[in-house]
């Protein structure tokens, strides 16, 4: 028999079982889907797996993740995932509902893992409570390797850091002459880089949530601003940047760009390092 003639043996016994065989129709991609909420926990995915798994995310670019609702669309792909990750509860809540539909073994729960907190002075006091721990700590390369250790161990993949600790002391020389530096963020999210990077915590208009924050914080955080010699404001992409442009024009404040959701980040097996790499140049526009 000749190799065409087992090749249309084949071809028929396919058909015969309900195999799509058309030659234009690509193979469907047998990997394992990893599903995130948001784009940094994709970054980290894609890290930790590279090629052996989909990585894709739920956020769309131009949302803010304090106050999103997961569509009909991102719900049929979180039923198509192999695992969903996600950071909690508390930082998003529009999400809450539809993960908690989700098997546990299908779910990865990122506040729920050993990671590591920024000091407890750095918590901060507000008029009303003393904020809970800064959730977004995807923005520590220590936490980074943890996300990911424990995306390698639910997919059975060997161990393999994302950030390696050359790579985080040559970031931290970077910005070792800048550990006095005052700037002033759009919200509360960069606790658990400041930490990392040895800055201090900068002041912040909006709380960790993106909401406004009470008026006795506004009123403190203008009187910080006219004591201290601020740097930059930082103004994120998904935020309309209404309150930091005037605040920037107010004090005359330069409004620099930051990107903690790592909106233009390609995702690749150095997704993570690269990120986090453009942040350390993003804080430096600020401080030179
Ligand atoms: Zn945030």
Redesign the pocket.
């Known amino acids: 028999m000749t190799i065409k003639k087992i090749q249309y043996n084949i071809m028929v016994w396919l058909l015969m079982m309900g195999v799509n065989v058309a030659a234009n129709q690509p193979l469907p991609d047998a990997r394992p889907l990893i599903v995130t909420s948001i784009k940094p926990l994709a970054i980290i995915a894609k890290s930790a797996v590279g090629d052996a798994a989909q990585v894709q995310y739920l956020l769309p670019g131009n949302q803010?993740?304090?106050d999103f609702a997961l569509p009909i669309s991102a719900l049929k792909k979180m039923s198509k995932a192999d695992l969903v990750i996600w950071i909690g509860p508390d930082?998003e809540a529009g999400s809450t509902k539809a993960m908690s539909k989700l098997s546990i073994n299908k779910l990865l729960t990122v506040i729920d893992l050993p990671h590591t907190q920024p000091d407890q002075g750095n918590l901060r006091q507000h008029d009303e409570y003393l904020m809970e721990a800064d959730?977004?700590l995807w923005l520590n390369p220590n936490n980074g390797n943890k996300i990911a250790d424990a995306i390698q161990v639910r997919l059975g993949l060997p161990a393999k850091e994302i950030i390696s600790d050359q790579q985080i002391a040559r970031f931290k020389a970077e910005l070792a002459s800048f550990k006095e530096v005052t700037y002033l963020t759009h919200?509360?999210?960069y606790d658990h880089f400041a930490d990392a990077f040895d800055l201090k915590p900068g002041l912040a208009i909006r709380n960790?949530?993106?909401g406004v924050q009470g008026a006795k914080t506004q009123y403190r955080l203008r009187k910080t601003i006219e004591k201290n010699d601020v740097s930059c404001v930082f103004i994120e992409p998904q935020y309309q940047g209404k309150d930091a442009a005037i605040i920037a024009a107010e004090y005359d404040l330069p409004l620099v760009q930051l990107d903690?959701q790592g909106l233009s980040q390609r995702l690749s097996e150095h997704a993570y390092s690269e990120f986090i790499g453009t942040l350390v140049s993003q804080f430096k526009a600020c401080f030179q």
């Open positions: 803010s993740p304090h930082f959730p977004h919200h509360e999210a960790a949530s993106g903690p």
